[in-house]
C-alpha cells in the first residue's frame, strides 16, 4: 500500500502538508527557545549584573512553566478545540518573545519567559494532537518523523543561533527574532488547520477542573524545580526538601481529586489501557538515558579527551547530523510496520551502545565516543517517531490533548531525572574528596583511571536503564489502531 502523502489527491496532499508544517514548526520553535540563550546566559548575567543563579532563572522558568501548565493545555485541547489552542498558543509564544526581548529587568525577562513556556505548552500540547486528529492514520508515523526532525533540528540550532544573534546584534535579538516569524506561523494555522467542531454534549454541565488544574500546576512545577536545582542547592538542603515534599503532597491530592472529578484534567482511566500506560513508561526512561548521557558526554570529551569547547561541539554535532535523515526515514517505516516493534529494536540498540562505550571508556581515541554518538542517534531517530505514532495512537478517542500532554510532560520529567541519575552515579564514583563541581584536565591527571571509573559507573546505570525500556517496549501489547493492521 502506498503511504506517503502523494498518495491522497492534490489538495488533501496540500492540506496535509501545510498541517504538518506547522505542528513541525511549533515543536522546532519551542526545541529551539528552550536551549538558544545557553550561550547568551553569561551575557545576560553582565547586562543585568546578576550571578549564575540568579541568571539560571531564565533557563528554568520557561522549563517550570511548561511542564506546570502541560496537563492544563492538554485538557482544554480535548473540551473547546484543537485550532484555539493551538493559536493561541502560538500567540501566547510571541508575545511572550516581544516581552522578553524588551525586558528592563531580569526579573520581568524571567517573568517574560514564563509567558513563552506556557504558549509553548500551548503549542506542543495542540500540535502533536493534532497529527492523529486531522491526518489519515497511514501517514501519522510519516508525520512524526517529520515532527522529531524539527525537535532535534531546534536542539542542535539553539544554541549556536542563540551565540551568533548574541555576538552579531544583542541579546534582545534572540527572543525578538520570534516576533514577526510568530505572526506568519499565526496566519499560516489560521488558513490551513481545519475548523474546530464542538461537541457540547460532552462538556455539557461539567466545568473545568480548575482544583485539579491547581494543583498539577503546584505538582510538576514544584518536582522540576527540586530535581532541577537539587546539585547546586544540595539534596539535603531545606529548599529542596521543601519543594519535594509539596510535590508529592500536591501531586497526591491531584491523583485523589481526578479520581473522583466527574470531567478530570487528567483522566486516570487512559492509564488502564496497559499498552499506553506501558508506552509511557517506554517513554519516560528512554528519556533519561538520552538526557543523562547528553550531559556526561561533554564532560568526558573535556576532562577524559582533553579537548576544547569548539572540538567538542563538533563532536557532539555527529548526533544530531546521523539523526536528521534517519527520523523522517523511521516514521515512514512506523507507517507500514508495528511501531511497537520499532521502539523495541531502539531501545535494544540503545543499550548495546551504552554498554558498549562503558567498557571502551578507557580506550584511546575518540572511535568510542563517536560510535556511541553514532549508534545513540540511530537509536533514537528509529524511537521517537515510532514511540510517538504509538502513544498517540493508543490514545482514547477524543482524548488526544490530553496523551499528548501526558507525553511531553513524562519527557520533560524524564530528562531531568535522567540529568539527576547520571550525574549522581558519577559523582559518587569519584575518588574520595574529589567533587564534580571543581573538575579540570589538570586537577584530575594524578587520578585518570579513577575518573574514566566514574565515566564507566555512569554509563553502566544508562546500560541497565536502557534494557528496562527495552523490556518495557517489548512487553507493550499490540493495539489494532497502533498497529493498522500491520503485524
Known amino acids: ?35 538558544i540563550v545557553v550561550i547568551s546566559l553569561p551575557t545576560l548575567a553582565r547586562y543585568f549584573q546578576v550571578g549564575t543563579s540568579e ?6 522558568s520557561y522549563l517550570l512553566i511548561m511542564t506546570g501548565s502541560t496537563l492544563i493545555f492538554g485538557k482544554l485541547v480535548d473540551k473547546i478545540g484543537l485550532k484555539k489552542i493551538f493559536v493561541w498558543g502560538y500567540g501566547l509564544f510571541t508575545l511572550g518573545s516581544l516581552l522578553c526581548g524588551l525586558s528592563p529587568t531580569i526579573y520581568l525577562l524571567d517573568a517574560s519567559r514564563g509567558v ?4 509553548g505548552a ?6 502533536m494532537a493534532s497529527i492523529p486528529h ?12 517529520i515532527c522529531s526532525l524539527a525537535n532535534s533540528l531546534g536542539i542542535m540550532v539553539g544554541a549556536p543561533l542563540g551565540g551568533l544573534i548574541t555576538g552579531y546584534l544583542t541579546w534582545h535579538w534572540i527572543f525578538l527574532i520570534n516576533v514577526p516569524v510568530g505572526i506568519a506561523a499565526i496566519v499560516i494555522v489560521t488558513r490551513h ?3 474546530d467542531q464542538n461537541h457540547p454534549s460532552l462538556t455539557a454541565g461539567r466545568p473545568f477542573d480548575v482544583s485539579g488544574s491547581i494543583l498539577s500546576f503546584i505538582g510538576f512545577t514544584a518536582l522540576v524545580f527540586a530535581l532541577s536545582r537539587g546539585d547546586d542547592a544540595g539534596w539535603q538542603s531545606g529548599l529542596i526538601l521543601a ?5 508529592g503532597v500536591t501531586l497526591f491530592a491531584f491523583y485523589l481529586r481526578e479520581r473522583n472529578s466527574r470531567d478530570p484534567i487528567l483522566n486516570l482511566r487512559v492509564f488502564h489501557n496497559r499498552d499506553f500506560s506501558f508506552a509511557i513508561l517506554t517513554t519516560l526512561v528512554a528519556l533519561m538515558l538520552l538526557a543523562g548521557g547528553n550531559f556526561l558526554i561533554p564532560f568526558y570529551l573535556e576532562l577524559i579527551k582533553g579537548l576544547g569547547p569548539e572540538h567538542v561541539g ?10 536528521m535523515p534517519i527520523g523522517p526515514f523511521a516514521g515512514r517505516l512506523s507507517d507500514r510496520i508495528n511501531p511497537r516493534r520499532l521502539c523495541t529494536v531502539a531501545m535494544f540498540l540503545a543499550f548495546v551502545s551504552c554498554l558498549v562505550f562503558a567498557m571502551a571508556i578507557p580506550l584511546p581515541g575518540l572511535f568510542p565516543a563517536v560510535l556511541y554518538l553514532v549508534l545513540l542517534a540511530v537509536s533514537y531517530a528509529l524511537f521517537f517517531p515510532a514511540n510517538n505514532h504509538l502513544v498517540m495512537s493508543l490514545a482514547p478517542e477524543g482524548s488526544q490533548g490530553t496523551a499528548s500532554a501526558i507525553y511531553t510532560n513524562t519527557m520533560n520529567v524524564g530528562m531531568v531525572l535522567g540529568v539527576c541519575l547520571f550525574e549522581g552515579a558519577f559523582s559518587q564514583s569519584l575518588p574520595a574528596g574529589m567533587s564534580s563541581m571543581s573538575l579540570t584536565p589538570e586537577a584530575i591527571r594524578p587520578y585518570l583511571p579513577s575518573v574514566s571509573g566514574a565515566f564507566q559507573c555512569a554509563f553502566i546505570v544508562g546500560a541497565f536503564f536502557s534494557l528496562l525500556a527495552f523490556l518495557l517496549s517489548f512487553h507493550t501489547g499490540r493495539h489494532p489502531s497502533a498497529t493498522h493492521g500491520n503485524q
Open 134 to 145: 486531522y491526518l489519515p492514520v497511514n501517514i501519522a508515523g510519516w508525520a512524526f518523523g
Open 116 to 119: 513563552q513556556g506556557a504558549g
Open 193 to 195: 488547520l481545519p475548523a
Open 314 to 323: 563538533a563532536v557532539v554535532m555527529i548526533y544530531s547530523v546521523v539523526y
Open 1 to 35: 500500500m502506498d503511504t506517503s502523502p502523494a498518495a491522497t489527491d492534490p489538495e488533501a496532499r496540500k492540506r496535509f502538508l501545510w498541517i504538518v508544517f506547522s505542528v513541525a514548526f511549533a515543536v522546532f520553535m519551542v526545541r529551539l527557545d528552550g536551549y
Open 243 to 247: 519543594a519535594l515534599a509539596v510535590a
Open 122 to 127: 500551548m503549542m506542543i500540547t495542540s500540535g
Open 55 to 60: 541568571v539560571s532563572w531564565v533557563i528554568l
